[in-house]
C-alpha cells in the first residue's frame, strides 16, 4: 500500500522543540524528494524543507537555523527537528512525496 504516515506533533510552549516523523511504504522511497509542508488556521499550505535523494536540503526562510530536515532511506523515513519552536509554527505539518502523495498530518500547537 502506497502511503506516508506522519508522527511526533503535539503542544508544545515557545521556545520548546519537537520531532516529527514520516514513515513511508509501498515505493522507492531513496528515490524521490522528500518533503515537509504544513498549514495553518486560514493559511494555505507551504513548503517548510525538502531533501533530495542526494540529502541536498532546502528550507523555507521562516524555519532556517531553527529546523532540520533529515532522511533515512534504509528505513524509508523522513525526520524535522524543529527547535526554537515560535507561536507562528503552530500548523498542520504534512509530509509529502513524488508532488502528488500526501500523509493525513500531525499537529503542531505552540502555546504557552
Known amino acids: 500500500q502506497v502511503q506516508l504516515v506522519e508522527s511526533g506533533g503535539g503542544l508544545v510552549q515557545p521556545g520548546g522543540s519537537l520531532r516529527l516523523s514520516c514513515a513511508a511504504s509501498?515505493?522507492?522511497?531513496?528515490?524521490?524528494?522528500m518533503r515537509w509542508y504544513r498549514q495553518a488556521p486560514t493559511k494555505e499550505r507551504e513548503l517548510v524543507a525538502a531533501?533530495?535523494?542526494?540529502?541536498?536540503?532546502t528550507y523555507a526562510d521562516s524555519v532556517k537555523g531553527r529546523f532540520t530536515i533529515s532522511r533515512d532511506n534504509a528505513k524509508k523515513a523522513m525526520y524535522l527537528q524543529m527547535n526554537s519552536l515560535k507561536p507562528e509554527d503552530t500548523a498542520v505539518y504534512y509530509c509529502?512525496?513524488?508532488?502528488?502523495?500526501w500523509g493525513k498530518g500531525t499537529l503542531v500547537t505552540v502555546s504557552s
Open positions: 509529502n512525496a513524488r508532488g502528488d502523495l
Open positions: 509501498g515505493f522507492t522511497f531513496s528515490f524521490y524528494t
Open positions: 531533501i533530495t535523494r542526494e540529502s541536498t536540503r
